[in-house]
Nanobody, 126 residues
Framework: QVQLVESGGGLVQAGGSLRLSCAPS????????MGWFRQAPGKERDFVAA????????YYSDSVEGRFTISGDNAKSTVYLQMDSLKPEDTAVYYC???????????????????WGQGTQVTVSS
């Protein structure tokens, strides 16, 4: 079983930046894709960003497009999320996820992911 561990969350003022990291705690596996999702209090978990290692394509939600950047190293099953120009509405618990194999379902969808981290809190103050 792959255990993913997120780090890099914290408290930041609006307009600031944070960089989240996600890596497996033990053995590494090559994945088809990795992604980031977030869940604000009282809301559902939503897609933030994803990267397909096979194509190199990246995907972003409309709310973070142009402000967040996903990157990583598939050989290490490691993914990063650079978050710039943060807004109070970005406040949430951020989760990373890993998808082992390609499926017809888009990697922007939660259901394709096989492994999840425990989450890291990001709080943006106004």
């Amino acid at each position: 079983q792959v255990q993913l561990v997120e780090s890099g969350g914290g408290l930041v003022q609006a307009g600031g930046s944070l960089r989240l990291s996600c890596a497996p705690s033990g053995r590494t596996f090559s994945m088809y894709a990795m992604g980031w999702f977030r869940q604000a209090p009282g809301k559902e978990r939503d897609f933030v960003a994803a990267i397909s290692w096979r194509s190199g394509n990246t995907y972003y939600s409309d709310s973070v497009e142009g402000r967040f950047t996903i990157s990583g190293d598939n050989a290490k099953s490691t993914v990063y999320l650079q978050m710039d120009s943060l807004k109070p509405e970005d406040t949430a618990v951020y989760y990373c996820a890993a998808d082992r194999t390609a499926t017809p379902v888009a990697i922007t969808t939660m259901s394709v992911y096989d492994y999840w981290g425990q989450g890291t809190q990001v709080t943006v103050s106004s």
